[in-house]
C-alpha cells in the first residue's frame, strides 16, 4: 500500500477533513467510515476520470454516511447488500448537489466503466432474473439503458431510492425492499412446488382395482 499525492490533496479538500487516502490491491474503492480511510483499487488502466469519479463517491460516504448506517447490519447482516446500494444512489445524489461540478465527472467515470462492461451486464442473457436490488444497482450505475426492467412495486421503490435525504430514509427502505423481495421469493417457490405437484400423474386413477 502506497499514499498517493494529487488524489489524496483533491479527497481532502472534498471530504473538508484530514482523511486517509491509499491505494491497494483491492477490487473496488471503499471508505472506511470509523477509521476515516478512503482506499483506492490500482487497476492498471484507470483514467483519471474514472480515479476522480470514484474519489467523488468515496468522499460522499465520508461526509454523508455515519455510523448510524452500521447498526442495521449488525442486527441482520442479510441487510448489507441492500443497505449498501441504497446509500450510494442517496450519496452520490447528495455530493453532486453539494459540487455541481462533479456530476459530470461521474457521469463520464460511470459511462467508461460501462463501456468497458465493469458491471456485467452483457454476461447476463436475462436480465429480470436478477433479484429486486441488483437491478436497481444496474439502474444507477449502469443506466436505465442497460435494459433493467420493473414492475408497478418495484417502480415505487426505485423512486424512493432516488428521493431518500436521510439515513434513517435508506434503513426504512431497505428493509422494505428486503421484505418485498423475500415475500417474492416465497410465492416463486410456492408456484413452482405447486406447479410440480399438478405435473404428477394422479396415483391408479380410474384404473379397475385387482382381486387376487
Known sequence: MST????EIYAKLLATEN???IRARVSTASFDIKNRVLTLPQWKDMSPIVEGMLIGHEVG???YTTDEYIDPIKDDPKLRQYLNILEDVRIEKLMKRKYPGIRKTMNLGYQELND???FGVKKIQNLSTLSLIDRINLYFKAGYQCGVTFNQDEKNFVTR???TETIEEVIELAKEIYAYAKEQAEQKK???AENKAKEQPEEDEGEE???S
Open 61 to 63: 460516504h465520508a461526509l
Open 19 to 21: 482523511i486517509s487516502v
Open 161 to 163: 431510492a432516488e428521493r
Open 190 to 192: 410456492k408456484q413452482r
Open 116 to 118: 468497458k462492461d465493469f
Open 209 to 211: 382395482e385387482f382381486v
Open 4 to 7: 498517493v499525492n494529487a488524489a
